[in-house]
């Protein structure tokens, strides 16, 4: 009876989180006039793809298409994850193989810098942002996004490092590998499951931001997709079949990614649980 009451808890609480998805899906196929029906219908009774093809093929701004946003997103995404993972790793590795001054007191700043509220940073990063002459850039968003996701990249990635032991690094000096070789072939394939884990948070950090996109970026045509979201609100009305379909397109490069990465994700967050 226990063993049914908690997965019957488990699948209540597993409908309660995938409905909004299911909704969203659901309303981006259904037609306008099912869309704005008295009583909401469950599942489309006529499924359509026209709100895809008017979201992927019609400009959101004069010239300026969906996928034009997607791009910029997907550049800003990419270069975030792979530089937050180059300097994590690099960092994590030498908070964890090196003893140097104040390196505790480094340890908690990043624990600090966590606790505070993102949108208390708005306006010194900006003024930050103007005086390197960033403003109105994609790179802007990307160094942005990459000061929010190294603290806990690089805290996260030390517990992987400090768990490799130094023995192997040590066994691989003697064989004759150089600090470079050591690195890439034996501490870098020990930390991967770590360094998937924290690229998810980067990714996800650098795909969903609003607030920081819409400040740094001036120009419309370097929006991303959170700001180019925004569109499809209009003062009088929303086109809810395009918010839903856009939105549905939204999701799926994160699914994608995930989907991708979960397994080593997964050995990521439970290794270090055990000894030996």
């Known amino acids: 009876m226990k063993r049914f009451a908690l997965n019957g808890a488990g699948v209540l609480v597993a409908l309660f989180a995938v409905f909004p998805v299911y909704w969203m ?16 219908q469950p599942v489309p009774t006529h499924p359509t793809l026209a709100h895809y093809r008017e979201v ?9 298409t969906f996928l034009d946003f997607f791009l910029n997103s997907a550049l800003v995404a ?12 690099l960092a994590a590795t030498a908070v964890a193989r090196f003893r140097f001054r104040l390196r505790t007191t480094f340890l908690m700043l990043l624990l600090v810098v ?19 002459g960033l403003y109105n850039t994609l790179p802007s968003l990307i160094l942005t996004y990459l000061g929010f996701s190294l603290p806990f990249a690089i805290w996260m990635l030390r517990g992987f490092v400090a768990a490799v032991p130094r023995e192997l690094e040590e066994a691989a000096a003697i064989d004759g590998a150089s600090r470079a070789q050591t690195f890439r072939k034996v501490l ?21 931001e609003l607030i920081f996109a819409l400040t740094f970026i001036n120009d419309q045509q370097r929006y991303t997709l959170p700001v180019a979201m925004t569109f499809f609100f209009g003062r009088d009305d ?13 999701t799926l490069p994160v699914i ?4 991708l990465v979960q397994r080593r994700m997964a050995a990521g967050l439970v290794a270090g649980a055990v000894k030996g």
């Open 25 to 40: 899906i659901a309303t981006s196929l259904k037609s306008n006039q099912d869309i704005f029906a008295a009583t909401p």
């Open 56 to 64: 992927l093929t019609g400009d959101l701004i004069p010239g300026v």
């Open 78 to 89: 990419v270069a975030t994850v792979l530089l937050s993972g180059l300097v994590a790793l």
């Open 114 to 132: 966590q606790m505070i509220p993102l949108e208390a940073l708005v306006i010194p990063l900006f003024q930050m942002i103007q005086r390197l």
């Open 188 to 208: 870098l394939p020990l930390v991967a499951p770590g360094l998937v884990a924290t690229s998810i948070f980067s990714f996800i950090t650098a795909w969903n």
């Open 238 to 250: 929303t086109a809810w079949g395009s918010v839903t379909a856009a939105s549905t397109l939204f």
């Open 256 to 259: 994608v990614f995930f989907v």
